[in-house]
């Protein structure tokens, strides 16, 4: 019986990058297809469905962010965005548009490998420890359900990434504790923080969830900043507790 593999989408403007991509990414057991610009990244992505997305900053006719843009309209489908540009603003405007990480150029391969792992694990990764056996936990008027990995406020579903939701998993299973940004990426994103600037991963993740969550982002009630810490979930309460 033939084993499913996952699809990556590579889109670089750069054959060479394209071919290394497309050449190692295979033989580590991935199906690759690409795009060499914005608008065939959009095409072939509609055409091909993949699992994640490696996606350029820099490219003709739509540059990697407006192709993140149109994608996170239509899909939560990962992404991990490669930019050679050295204005840290300009990194984190992709995670503000909803790409779920970064590679800074020029890489590594073997980094960008191990990224593309730890993201594909953790949107696929399920029960936390912490999490109620239904899987389903209500705060307020949002309900989480662990299992569907799904969330509502009110009746109205919420969609987040795949990063976003095990961001949130996380903060859950443990809610009342606080995490430093750098347990949060380890724990999420699965490595370790070499700069500080890697640590923003995690805050535009908190804003964006934030955003989607909150009633008031600016004066959150779910999603707290442990000052001189990290972040905490409120504590939830059990029923039965006091």
């Given at each position: 019986?033939?084993?499913?593999?996952?699809?990556?989408?590579?889109?670089?403007?750069?054959?060479?990058?394209?071919?290394?991509?497309?050449?190692?990414?295979?033989?580590?057991?991935?199906?690759?297809?690409?795009?060499?610009d914005g608008?065939?990244?959009?095409?072939?992505?509609?055409?091909?469905?993949?699992?994640?997305?490696?996606?350029?900053?820099?490219?003709?006719?739509?540059?990697?962010?407006?192709?993140?843009?149109?994608?996170?309209?239509?899909?939560?489908?990962?992404?991990?965005?490669?930019?050679?540009?050295?204005?840290?603003?300009?990194?984190?405007?992709?995670?503000?548009?909803?790409?779920?990480?970064?590679?800074?150029?020029?890489?590594?391969?073997?980094?960008?490998?191990?990224?593309?792992?730890?993201?594909?694990?953790?949107?696929?990764?399920?029960?936390?420890?912490?999490?109620?056996?239904?899987?389903?936990?209500?705060?307020?008027?949002?309900?989480?359900?662990?299992?569907?990995?799904?969330?509502?406020?009110?009746?109205?579903?919420?969609?987040?990434?795949?990063?976003e939701f095990?961001?949130?998993?996380?903060?859950?299973?443990?809610?009342?504790?606080?995490?430093?940004?750098?347990?949060?990426?380890?724990?999420?994103?699965?490595?370790?923080?070499?700069?500080?600037?890697?640590?923003?991963?995690?805050?535009?993740?908190?804003?964006?969830?934030?955003?989607?969550?909150?009633?008031?982002?600016?004066?959150?009630?779910?999603?707290?900043?442990?000052?001189?810490?990290?972040?905490?979930?409120?504590?939830?309460?059990?029923?039965?507790?006091?």
């Amino acid at each position: 019986m033939e084993t499913h593999k996952e699809k990556i989408l590579v889109v670089d403007d750069e054959a060479s990058i394209r071919r290394i991509l497309e050449t190692r990414l295979s033989m580590i057991g991935y199906d690759v297809v690409t795009a060499g610009d914005g608008e065939e990244a959009l095409d072939t992505f509609r055409k091909s469905d993949p699992d994640l997305v490696v996606l350029d900053v820099m490219m003709p006719k739509l540059d990697g962010y407006g192709v993140c843009q149109e994608l996170r309209k239509e899909s939560d489908v990962p992404i991990i965005m490669l930019t050679a540009l050295g204005d840290v603003a300009d990194r984190i405007t992709g995670l503000e548009l909803g790409a779920d990480d970064y590679v800074v150029k020029p890489f590594s391969p073997k980094e960008l490998e191990a990224r593309i792992r730890s993201v594909l694990r953790r949107v696929d990764k399920t029960g936390a420890s912490g999490i109620p056996s239904s899987g389903v936990i209500h705060v307020g008027n949002i309900k989480i359900d662990t299992n569907k990995r799904q969330v509502y406020k009110g009746d109205e579903r919420i969609r987040l990434t795949g990063m976003e939701f095990s961001l949130l998993e996380l903060l859950v299973s443990r809610s009342g504790e606080a995490f430093s940004r750098s347990e949060i990426l380890q724990e999420v994103w699965g490595y370790t923080p070499e700069r500080h600037v890697d640590t923003r991963v995690v805050d535009v993740h908190i804003s964006r969830l934030r955003a989607k969550l909150e009633d008031d982002p600016s004066n959150p009630e779910l999603i707290l900043t442990a000052r001189g810490t990290g972040y905490l979930f409120q504590r939830i309460i059990e029923p039965g507790e006091e």
